[in-house]
T-cell receptor, first 109, second 112 residues
Framework: KNEVEQSPQNLTAQEGEFITINCSYSVGISALHWLQQHPGGGIVSLFMLSSGKKKHGRLIATINIQEKHSSLHITASHPRDSAVYICAVSAGGAQKLVFGQGTRLTINP | SAVISQKPSRDICQRGTSLTIQCQVDSQVTMMFWYRQQPGQSLTLIATANQGSEATYESGFVIDKFPISRPNLTFSTLTVSNMSPEDSSIYLC?????????FGPGTRLTVT
């Protein structure tokens, strides 16, 4: 069993829909990261969370430390949101990350 | 923040040869990380490169196959040695700055 599990692995939706991607982890963490990878391969950090909730534009990330679970939400989804979304965790004082397998999101116009 | 550049952006290499990938950061960082992303897979950490000391390799990765240099606080290289088709992947370097993670654009390697 992977230390970081994401669901779903693939998600296709229509423009405007509300999107939720889930991440569960089995280890103690110091922070959880949500990353976005576009088809060209570049990776951008969306959020870093250690507790609670963060919002940036149409993106919202939440984390429940007790349940070891995080969600990434996209409101009013748009085709440009199509990408792979990756959950990753860092543990203790380590800066290195352990990655989930990613969720491939496709938003159709 | 940190801006990371990598060279080359992509290459096609013959089996048995070696390729050195360069990673340049626009600010000084203590640790640099090298990741591999095999086709259709997520990222896997190869090693952590610290300036002035030997790199720390993750299970399944060895120095003879993936030698790393870290001559200063803004630069590192990863060499993929004696390549086989199984080494075809995207290789990314990454740093942590201010608690945030920053990634290079990646080097897409194809081994024929």
């Amino acid at each position: 069993k992977n230390e970081v599990e994401q669901s779903p692995q693939n998600l296709t939706a229509q423009e405007g829909e509300f999107i939720t991607i889930n991440c569960s982890y089995s280890v103690g963490i110091s922070a959880l990261h949500w990353l976005q990878q576009h088809p060209g391969g570049g990776i951008v950090s969306l959020f870093m969370l250690s507790s609670g909730k963060k919002k940036h534009g149409r993106l919202i990330a939440t984390i429940n430390i007790q349940e070891k679970h995080s969600s990434l939400h996209i409101t009013a989804s748009h085709p440009r949101d199509s990408a792979v979304y990756i959950c990753a965790v860092s543990a203790g004082g380590a800066q290195k990350l352990v990655f989930g397998q990613g969720t491939r999101l496709t938003i159709n116009p | 923040s940190a801006v990371i550049s990598q060279k080359p952006s992509r290459d096609i290499c013959q089996r048995g040869t070696s390729l050195t990938i360069q990673c340049q950061v626009d600010s000084q960082v203590t640790m640099m990380f090298w990741y591999r992303q095999q086709p259709g897979q997520s990222l896997t950490l190869i090693a952590t490169a610290n300036q002035g000391s030997e790199a720390t390799y993750e299970s399944g990765f060895v120095i003879d196959k993936f030698p790393i240099s870290r001559p200063n606080l803004t630069f590192s290289t990863l060499t993929v040695s004696n390549m086989s088709p199984e080494d075809s992947s995207i290789y990314l370097c990454s740093v942590s700055a201010g608690g945030e993670q920053y990634f290079g654009p990646g080097t897409r390697l194809t081994v024929t």
